[in-house]
C-alpha cells in the first residue's frame, strides 16, 4: 500500500460547476477525515467517516458540500455550483484507532481545486 | 473549543543553528498536540505527537517538543538545522481522543540559509 491516494490532484473549474473529489485510504484504515487548506492557512477540519458512517458533518461549510463513504472505503467530497472562494488544497486523510488511542492519521497529498 | 496559536509566521535560521517554532494551546481538556511538516504542493506528515505519555517527545527527522502545561505550550525544536528542514510547520490539538480531528495553527515557514 502507498498511502492515501486523492484524484485528480489538480481541477480547474468555472464558476457555477459541481466537482467531486476522491480519497482512496490506506486499506485497514476505518476513519477517514476531509480538511481545506487555503493559501497561508492551516487546514481546517471538515468531516469525518467511521467506516461508512459519517460521524460529524457540521464543519462542512455550506450546503453546497457533501461527502460519502459508501462502502467503507474509499470516499468523495462534491462541491456543487463552485464559487470563486471554493478555491483551496482539499486534503483526505485515515487512521486506524487503536484501543481508543489517537494514532497518526496519514494525509494524501491533496486536490488543489482553483474555480475561474 | 480548542485552538492553536503559532507564533510568528516566518522563521528565517542557519544552517547548522537551533530551530525554535512556537506553538500555544487552549483546550479545556487534556490535550493530544501534534506538529505536522508540509512540503510545497505535498500532504502533511507527522513530525511527532504528544499523547499524555512523556513530557519531551521526540520525532523524526531530529526534531523533539516539550510540552509545557504550565504555559500551555509546545514548542518545536532541532539543534541544528539542515537546509532539507525548509518548509511549512503546522501544530495541531485533537479535539477528541481517538479520532484525528485536528485543530490545526496557521503554520510557520522556516527558511534556512546557506
Known amino acids: 500500500d502507498t498511502g492515501v491516494s486523492q484524484n485528480p490532484r489538480h481541477k480547474i473549474t468555472k464558476r457555477g460547476q459541481n466537482v467531486t473529489f476522491r480519497c482512496d485510504p490506506i486499506s485497514e484504515h476505518n476513519r477517514l477525515y476531509w480538511y481545506r487548506q487555503t493559501l497561508g492557512q492551516g487546514p481546517e477540519f471538515l468531516t469525518y467517516?467511521?467506516?461508512?458512517?459519517?460521524?460529524?458533518k457540521s464543519r462542512l461549510l455550506s450546503d453546497r458540500f457533501s461527502a460519502e463513504r459508501p462502502k467503507g472505503s474509499f470516499s468523495t467530497l462534491e462541491i456543487q455550483r463552485t464559487e470563486q472562494g471554493d478555491s483551496a488544497m482539499y486534503l483526505c486523510?485515515?487512521?486506524?484507532?487503536?484501543?481508543?488511542?489517537?494514532?497518526?492519521?496519514?494525509f494524501g497529498q491533496g486536490t488543489r481545486l482553483t474555480v475561474v | 473549543a480548542q485552538s492553536v496559536t503559532q507564533l510568528g509566521s516566518h522563521v528565517s535560521v542557519s544552517e547548522g543553528a537551533l530551530v525554535l517554532l512556537r506553538c500555544n494551546y487552549s483546550s479545556s481538556v487534556p490535550p493530544y498536540l501534534f506538529w505536522y511538516v508540509q512540503y510545497p504542493n505535498q500532504g502533511l506528515q507527522l513530525l511527532l505527537k504528544y499523547t499524555s505519555a512523556a513530557t519531551l517527545v521526540k520525532g523524526i527527522n531530529g526534531f523533539e517538543a516539550e510540552f509545557k502545561k504550565s504555559e500551555t505550550s509546545f514548542h518545536l525544536t532541532k539543534p541544528s538545522a539542515h537546509m532539507s528542514d525548509a518548509a511549512e510547520y503546522f501544530c495541531?490539538?485533537?479535539?477528541?481522543?481517538?479520532?484525528?480531528?485536528?485543530?490545526f495553527g496557521q503554520g510557520t515557514r522556516l527558511t534556512i540559509n546557506p
Open positions: 486523510a485515515s487512521s486506524f484507532p487503536r484501543g481508543g488511542m489517537n494514532t497518526e492519521a496519514f
Open positions: 495541531a490539538v485533537s479535539e477528541i481522543q481517538g479520532a484525528q480531528k485536528l485543530v
Open positions: 467517516f467511521q467506516n461508512e458512517a459519517q460521524l460529524e
